[in-house]
């Protein structure tokens, strides 16, 4: 096979990009859609109970994904090495390298479960009845399974990401979306419960990671290379990733931590309340992930071509921009909807939620608009701060969630979080990006600042109709959400948005008009 047909490519890379991001809104909005739908069905067809079970045996579980320790984050940028400098057959012997250490990952991964699966009792302590200490340990012991699967596979996700073939993997993901509820949906319907929930998501998990594989061998034709080893790479390539891993493991501490604490001290009730709030953050998260996540082979591109420290700057404004385009509506409409979209949206019982999620979601939307400052980082080799901070975030977190769990509970374990994420993303990490990555801040910051304008005027109106309607059902709620958001519109088109911006919203409103007339 010649070269220049190494990369097999089904559409240019610029098409790509383009149908990736929106295949991603795709996802997050199907997302966003079936969980309006489907999680207050699974609420009432679960119980508080049992929902707080799966989202414990889950949470704990998760810990697993951790001994991915970096890897699979690390491999975009030894490719976009690799590719750089026309070296393929280096780039068959990384593929070579990075597939040993995923197998082996995956063993480790499966033993791991086993032995957390078996200690299950030791780790619930006596927040659980002897029930559902039996539930939760079915379900850790079926999501081990999927779980190893998926670390072991989890290189060829992480090659697809590398070739820019958004199209094939945002479709798998998509599907993925839609299928995991509509299966669920249907056999909690039948009479079954959370063990079957955690058997859905443990086999579409296989099947989608099983699709990547056939795809990298079968449609990309990747040559790897498994002879000689390279010690000398494989220490490199660690050390890089070590801190990526360490930034994992202080994310999967901050983000599913309150959930184990809370089973412990509270019950599983408790962490069910939690777990609602966690899902509107997860969704959160998720809106800004899906812009990010398609620009990241191209942050690591203008990296590995030395692009000067204005024009990161400028790729990081523009992404920036379009991050708080996207969240501050999000932002504000629940800030002043949240309560009453609660109150519909799930049974009696989960009116503290809304809180929880304003603890969460308030400061995570600092570095949720600063998301592509991630990949930069480490394309750099310059992420090791980051983990360091992180880890130390980590530690002050979980002390305060400690402390503050046996008193306030829910609220207490969000609150803690919330003081980690403002002081390391809020302060530290900004004081970094600007003295060590050559990202200008300050000028970040006052493009951030056109929006403050449309802030304004949109929380006026978000108070208004608050102080002034009445919002009795989904009708009303729907309307004057609606209302809210042509403010938010009328005021960004005026007042924040560029040319640039507005031109990318002529753009889909052109494709829009061409695919009717089509």
């Given at each position: 096979?010649?070269?220049?047909?190494?990369?097999?490519?089904?559409?240019?890379?610029?098409?790509?990009?383009?149908?990736?991001?929106?295949?991603?809104?795709?996802?997050?909005?199907?997302?966003?859609?079936?969980?309006?739908?489907?999680?207050?069905?699974?609420?009432?067809?679960?119980?508080?109970?049992?929902?707080?079970?799966?989202?414990?045996?889950?949470?704990?579980?998760?810990?697993?994904?951790?001994?991915?320790?970096?890897?699979?984050?690390?491999?975009v940028?030894?490719?976009?090495?690799?590719?750089a400098?026309?070296?393929?057959?280096?780039?068959?012997?990384?593929?070579?390298?990075?597939?040993?250490?995923?197998?082996?990952?995956?063993?480790?991964?499966?033993?791991?479960?086993?032995?957390?699966?078996?200690?299950?009792?030791?780790?619930?302590?006596?927040?659980?009845?002897?029930?559902?200490?039996?539930?939760?340990?079915?379900?850790?012991?079926?999501?081990?399974?999927?779980?190893?699967y998926?670390?072991?596979?989890?290189?060829?996700?992480?090659?697809?990401?590398?070739?820019?073939?958004?199209?094939f993997?945002?479709?798998?993901?998509?599907?993925?979306?839609?299928?995991?509820?509509?299966?669920?949906?249907?056999?909690?319907m039948?009479g079954?419960?959370?063990?079957?929930?955690?058997?859905?998501?443990?086999?579409?998990?296989?099947?989608?990671?099983?699709?990547?594989?056939?795809?990298?061998?079968?449609?990309?034709?990747?040559?790897?290379d498994?002879?000689?080893?390279?010690?000398?790479?494989?220490?490199?390539?660690?050390?890089?990733?070590?801190?990526?891993?360490?930034?994992?493991?202080v994310?999967?501490?901050?983000?599913?931590i309150?959930?184990?604490?809370?089973?412990?001290?509270?019950?599983a009730?408790?962490?069910?309340?939690?777990?609602?709030?966690?899902?509107?953050?997860?969704?959160?998260?998720?809106?800004?992930?899906?812009?990010?996540?398609?620009?990241?082979?191209?942050?690591?591109?203008?990296?590995?071509?030395?692009?000067?420290?204005?024009?990161?700057?400028?790729?990081?404004?523009?992404?920036?921009?379009?991050?708080?385009?996207?969240?501050?509506?999000?932002?504000?409409?629940?800030?002043?909807?949240?309560?009453?979209?609660?109150?519909?949206?799930?049974?009696?019982?989960?009116?503290?939620?809304?809180?929880?999620?304003?603890?969460?979601?308030?400061p995570?939307?600092?570095?949720?608009?600063?998301?592509?400052?991630?990949?930069?980082?480490?394309?750099?080799?310059?992420?090791?701060?980051?983990?360091?901070?992180?880890?130390g975030m980590?530690?002050?977190?979980?002390?305060?969630?400690?402390?503050?769990?046996?008193?306030?509970g829910?609220?207490?374990?969000?609150?803690?979080?919330?003081?980690?994420?403002?002081?390391?993303?809020?302060?530290?990490?900004?004081?970094?990006?600007?003295?060590?990555?050559?990202?200008?801040?300050?000028?970040?910051?006052?493009?951030?600042?056109?929006?403050?304008?449309?802030?304004?005027?949109?929380?006026?109106?978000?108070y208004?109709?608050?102080?002034?309607?009445?919002?009795?059902?989904?009708?009303?709620?729907?309307?004057?959400?609606?209302?809210?958001?042509?403010?938010?519109?009328?005021?960004?088109?005026?007042?924040?948005?560029?040319?640039?911006?507005?031109?990318?919203?002529?753009?889909?409103?052109?494709?829009?008009?061409?695919?009717?007339?089509?």
């Open positions: 096979m010649k070269q220049g047909e190494f990369f097999w490519m089904s559409a240019s890379k610029s098409k790509q990009l383009k149908a990736g991001t929106l295949l991603s809104y795709a996802q997050t909005i199907a997302g966003i859609v079936i969980a309006l739908i489907y999680t207050p069905a699974m609420l009432r067809l679960l119980g508080k109970t049992e929902y707080g079970l799966y989202n414990i045996a889950a949470s704990i579980i998760s810990y697993v994904n951790l001994l991915n320790l970096g890897f699979s984050s690390s491999y940028r030894f490719y976009s090495r690799d590719k400098a026309n070296d393929y057959k280096a780039l068959a012997r990384t593929n070579g390298l990075f597939c040993i250490v995923f197998m082996v990952i995956g063993v480790l991964a499966l033993f791991s479960g086993i032995v957390l699966t078996a200690c299950a009792r030791l780790i619930f302590s006596t927040g659980l009845s002897e029930s559902e200490y039996v539930i939760a340990r079915t379900i850790m012991a079926i999501l081990t399974v999927s779980t190893a998926n670390l072991s596979t989890s290189i060829f996700s992480s090659i697809i990401i590398a070739h820019e073939q958004f199209i993997h945002k479709t798998v993901n998509l599907i993925k979306t839609i299928l995991s509820p509509a299966l669920t949906w249907v056999l909690l039948r079954y419960r959370s063990i079957m929930m955690a058997s859905v998501t443990a086999g579409l998990t296989v099947v989608a990671d099983t699709f990547y594989v056939i795809y990298c061998f079968k449609r990309l034709r990747i040559k790897v498994f002879s000689n080893p390279s010690a000398a790479q494989l220490k490199e390539i660690s050390v890089f990733s070590g801190f990526v891993a360490l930034t994992s493991i994310d999967q501490i901050n983000w599913s309150d959930k184990i604490l809370l089973g412990r001290m509270w019950g009730a408790y962490t069910a309340v939690y777990s609602v709030a966690a899902a509107i953050n997860d969704t959160y998260i998720r809106i800004s992930t899906a812009i990010s996540n398609v620009f990241i082979p191209r942050a690591n591109r203008l990296v590995a071509e030395n692009m000067p420290d204005s024009e990161l700057t400028g790729f990081f404004i523009k992404i920036g921009r379009i991050q708080m385009l996207v969240l501050l509506p999000v932002l504000l409409g629940f800030i002043f909807f949240g309560q009453k979209f609660i109150s519909l949206w799930t049974p009696k019982g989960y009116g503290e939620a809304y809180i929880i999620t304003l603890l969460l979601i308030v995570a939307t600092i570095p949720l608009v600063q998301n592509i400052g991630i990949p930069i980082q480490m394309a750099q080799n310059k992420h090791q701060f980051r983990s360091l901070l992180y880890a980590a530690l002050v977190n979980f002390a305060l969630s400690v402390l503050l769990c046996r008193r306030y829910a609220v207490g374990c969000a609150a803690a979080t919330a003081v980690s994420l403002l002081f390391a993303n809020g302060i530290a990490m900004n004081i970094y990006y600007h003295k060590s990555i050559g990202l200008n801040i300050i000028r970040f910051w006052k493009s951030m600042a056109q929006f403050l304008p449309t802030a304004a005027v949109t929380s006026a109106a978000g208004a109709i608050m102080r002034f309607s009445k919002i009795d059902g989904w009708a009303a709620f729907i309307g004057w959400g609606a209302a809210f958001c042509a403010v938010y519109m009328l005021m960004a088109w005026f007042t924040a948005m560029n040319r640039s911006e507005k031109q990318i919203v002529y753009s889909i409103i052109g494709k829009i008009r061409r695919g009717a007339k089509g």
